[in-house]
């Protein structure tokens, strides 16, 4: 399922609100769940072949794999949501799910 473009924009919104520079580049995690170490691995290669940086760990208390993966990039409303649209994609192919992003003011 697709996120809105609003939640991302929101997000790029508040970053800027609190004196982030969008313009330079900062590190941005992205956050992936999944019902197994196999799926959760098969988008981690697909990340790791793009230059993101990843941890992968398993969840005890929600029986579930969490990727979290980090690349240092600008950031944009539209680079964001793109990622985001691809990230959902690659995702639902495993059964997981994108669970949205981060990155510091």
Do not use: C
Not at 1 to 22: C, L, N, Q, T, Y
Not at 41 to 62: A, I, M, P, R
Not at 63 to 89: H, Q, V
Not at 90 to 105: K, T
Request: a negative charge.
């Amino acid at each position: 399922m697709s996120r809105p473009k609003e939640i991302d924009a929101k997000v790029v919104e508040h970053i800027i609100r609190f004196g982030g520079d969008i313009d330079k580049e900062k590190p941005v995690d992205f956050f992936f769940y999944f019902p197994t170490e196999y799926a959760a691995s098969q988008v981690e290669v697909k990340l790791l072949n793009l230059g993101f940086s990843t941890d992968l760990h398993y969840l005890d208390k929600n029986k579930k794999w969490s990727l979290s993966a980090n690349k240092i990039m600008k950031i944009s409303t539209d680079r964001i949501y793109e990622l985001g649209l691809w990230f959902n994609k690659i995702a639902e192919e495993q059964g997981g799910e994108y669970d949205g992003w981060g990155a510091p003011i």
